[in-house]
């Protein structure tokens, strides 16, 4: 038998992110911690849903502020966009992917064709950046 909480509707979802946004405000760490309270059916439906944007799931899994160009590309993308991937950067010929499966965080390293290595984890930014560094 299934004990856990189903997942909410998505009226609820947006009410729920609705009120996250508005108290939060621009504070990413307010919303970080908003997030953290809510129940882990809910948390994760809003982490790949399109009420959040990429970003804010970056910041809220990795608590790192990327470069500028970095975090533009992913204040454009919806979190939906997270369950395929968000190319996040390109580094000589290497590309990072951002992407969540089953509600892990995993940053991909690829060639543009293939992934080379999937990094996971609260560390997966910096692992992924010592990779590529130390493959060039």
Do not use: H
């Amino acid at each position: 038998m299934d004990t856990e909480d189903p997942a909410p509707s998505f009226p609820e979802l947006v009410r729920i992110a609705d009120c996250l946004l508005d108290e939060s405000g621009e504070d990413e760490d307010a919303l970080m911690r908003r997030l953290e309270t809510l129940p882990e059916p809910v948390r994760r439906e809003l982490l790949v849903s399109d009420l959040l944007n990429a970003w804010q799931v970056f910041y809220y899994f990795f608590r790192t502020v990327p470069d500028e160009l970095v975090q533009e590309r992913l204040e454009l993308e919806p979190a939906s966009s997270l369950v395929d991937g968000v190319a996040i950067d390109e580094i000589e010929l290497l590309t990072r992917v951002f992407r969540v499966k089953n509600s892990r965080p995993e940053i991909i390293v690829t060639d543009g064709k293939e992934p080379l290595k999937t990094f996971t984890g609260t560390s997966a930014v910096a692992d992924s950046q010592f990779y590529i560094e130390s493959t060039l």
